[in-house]
């Protein structure tokens, strides 16, 4: 690994003068250059006649962006502080999700879902929760270390996030339960997450109970989609939540909606407990089988994914599947290629409602999260710039390109699902709806 205290001896033994801002702006592009080729410092920079600090930097960003230096504005290269701690590297050894401090807020003390929780972990300490002591751990990852179940009282549904100038596809979620026992390594979570323990509504039929009365967007499709999943797996925790045993009959009554399960999980039991309905999609994050295995720590194959998806086909549900985030790695075009034909192959065709594709993006405080917590990551290596929503994106060319190669191979695969990309400028792919 990269050692900051290496790249800063190095820089001052080449650039004796720089100040503390230009000494840190070039450590970053050191850093990332010397990480992502696998080279000593001394290399990625070498000594030479006359080198100023804006020498150095051109030579770095060029090094760092070579696709994209040219042509990027200058405002668009993030260089934030090099701040790696050794202590917020991710927990990747194997377990299983156990709490070992379940809070339950008194006014669910007797829901079926703290019923199930004490019979499900009698090790645990159980603890009564006023809604006002701190819970949780200080280390993001032993957040499944602590359980809250709690009644949740404002946030039941909103329209999905799609950030300023992005093509909207009118989704709909209801927000069941906050947190995740799986670690990808790009999981938003890690950054946006304050309260570090797993969150798990008691009161399912209070967020059913605004279904009704509620308006909704229905974008492009031909019924209004409802999802959950933004801030966790939708069905990892199903065995506990049972959610599925409310969820599926309230919607198989109101064919007008679709409601969909995103998941990585093969946790489908409680779904094949009961009949399927053609209006409930199950929806499966998916990706190349070496991105799943190398970033998508803990969670099930492309292969176990996609035999439950056939599964869940044959008991009467729909799919959805969602190709995010791509990421274009050496040899992307044949991955992702033989996952989609990896998808035709495994589920009935007729079966699938809908495919999106989208790119790795992610907020700028996010990656000095994931580059803390996965010092070994290869995600980040990317020409990664600040775009038009201040997210960090690929260059657009690039973006473009995937997009339109991959996309139409997924409608010619699925003719009668709706591909579409997600999350982006409504005109950086022509065949996108
Ligand atoms: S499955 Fe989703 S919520 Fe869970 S860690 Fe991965 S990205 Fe995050």
Redesign the pocket.
């Known amino acids: 690994m990269v050692n900051v205290k290496e790249i800063t001896a190095y820089l001052i033994s080449i650039l004796p003068e720089l100040g503390i801002n230009k000494q840190r702006e070039l450590s970053r592009l050191i850093y990332e250059i010397a990480k992502r080729d696998h080279l000593p410092v001394t290399e990625v920079l070498q000594p030479q006649k006359n080198l100023s600090f804006e020498r150095a930097k051109k030579i770095l960003l060029q090094k760092r962006y070579p696709s994209s230096f040219s042509t990027a504005p200058k405002n668009a290269f993030y260089l934030p502080k090099l701040e790696l701690d050794p202590a917020q590297r991710a927990d990747l050894t194997p377990h299983t999700f156990s709490p070992k401090d379940i809070y339950i807020e008194s006014s669910v003390q007797d829901s079926a879902l703290a019923r199930r929780a004490r019979k499900m972990f009698p090790q645990a300490y159980f603890h009564t929760w006023d809604g006002k002591q701190k819970v949780g751990s200080v280390n993001f990852s032993r957040r499944t270390d602590t359980l809250l179940i709690h009644q949740e009282k404002y946030d039941f549904l909103k329209p999905c996030p799609c950030s300023q100038g992005n093509a909207g596809c009118g989704y709909n979620l209801i927000n069941l339960g906050f947190g995740?026992r799986?670690?990808?390594e790009y999981?938003f979570?890690q950054q946006y997450q304050n309260l570090h323990a797993i969150l798990l509504p008691a009161n399912v039929q209070d967020f059913l109970d605004k279904i009704d009365e509620a308006s909704f967007r229905k974008g492009p499709f031909d019924r209004v989609r409802i999802g959950s999943g933004e801030f966790?797996?939708s069905l990892v925790f199903d065995e506990l939540t049972q959610y599925s045993q409310d969820l599926v009959p309230f919607f198989r009554q109101r064919p007008h909606l679709q409601f969909e399960f995103k998941t990585?999980s093969t946790c489908i039991e409680g779904l094949l407990k009961q009949e399927g309905a053609e209006n409930v999609v199950v929806g499966w994050s998916v990706n190349a089988t070496e991105f799943i295995r190398e970033v998508?720590h803990f969670?099930p194959s492309l292969t176990q994914r996609l035999e439950a998806a056939q599964k869940v086909a044959q008991a009467g549900y729909r799919l959805g599947f969602h190709f995010d985030p791509v990421v274009p790695f050496k040899d992307w075009q044949k991955a992702y290629a033989l996952a989609a034909q990896q998808l035709a192959d495994s589920v009935p065709n007729d079966k699938v409602a809908w495919i999106s594709v989208g790119l790795l993006r992610f907020s700028r405080e996010l990656k000095k999260a994931v580059e803390n917590r996965f010092p070994e990551n290869w995600i980040l290596d990317g020409e990664f710039m600040l775009e038009f929503d201040g997210k960090m994106r690929y260059p657009e060319k690039l973006r473009q390109e995937v997009y339109e190669s991959f996309v139409p191979h997924l409608k010619k695969l699925f003719p009668k699902a709706v591909v579409y990309v997600c999350m982006e400028k409504p005109k950086i792919c022509s065949c996108s709806f």
């Open positions: 995740c799986f670690e990808c999981c979570l966790t797996d990585k998508e969670t």
